[in-house]
């Protein structure tokens, strides 16, 4: 059995053009929305710089690596040795705060980047 052709009542045959400029524009549109959501995502995961400068003023000589660990969380051990321990925390893209502890006492201190660090120098 032969299926009739049916016709379009307005006569608008697509072409292969606009096929594909339609696929283009609804890529380009979801593409976008995406992107945007992904960006807010990432963003919106890193702290300010207040709350940067606020954990760093926390950060008090002759605390214990416990104690600021209970601030600033984990972070990674640099070096250490028999007298001296070097912990870095990565608390943002391109700010990171390093703490040297000797004897298990907090002794240095420092915020590495430039981003917050007006931020902290007004503390």
């Known amino acids: 059995m032969l299926v009739p052709k049916r016709e379009n009542p307005q ?4 072409t292969i053009r606009n ?3 339609g696929t283009f524009f609804l ?3 979801f593409g976008a929305g995406i992107g945007y959501g992904f960006q807010k995502t990432m963003s919106a995961n890193q702290p300010t710089c207040a709350t940067i400068a606020s954990q760093y ?3 008090q000589l ?3 690596p416990t104690e600021v660990r209970s601030i600033l969380g984990p972070g990674n051990e640099i070096r250490k040795s028999k ?3 070097v912990i870095a925390w990565t608390v943002s ?3 990171v705060i390093t703490a040297t502890f000797q004897n298990n006492q907090l002794v240095f201190k420092e915020l590495l980047g ?3 660090l007006h931020k902290v120098e007004k503390l």
Do not use: F, H
């Open 19 to 21: 096929v594909i400029a």
């Open 62 to 64: 002759d605390m214990t």
């Open 57 to 59: 003023a926390l950060i």
């Open 83 to 85: 007298l001296e321990t």
């Open 11 to 14: 006569g608008y045959q697509p």
């Open 27 to 29: 890529g380009s549109v």
């Open 114 to 116: 430039t981003e917050c």
């Open 93 to 95: 893209e391109g700010q």
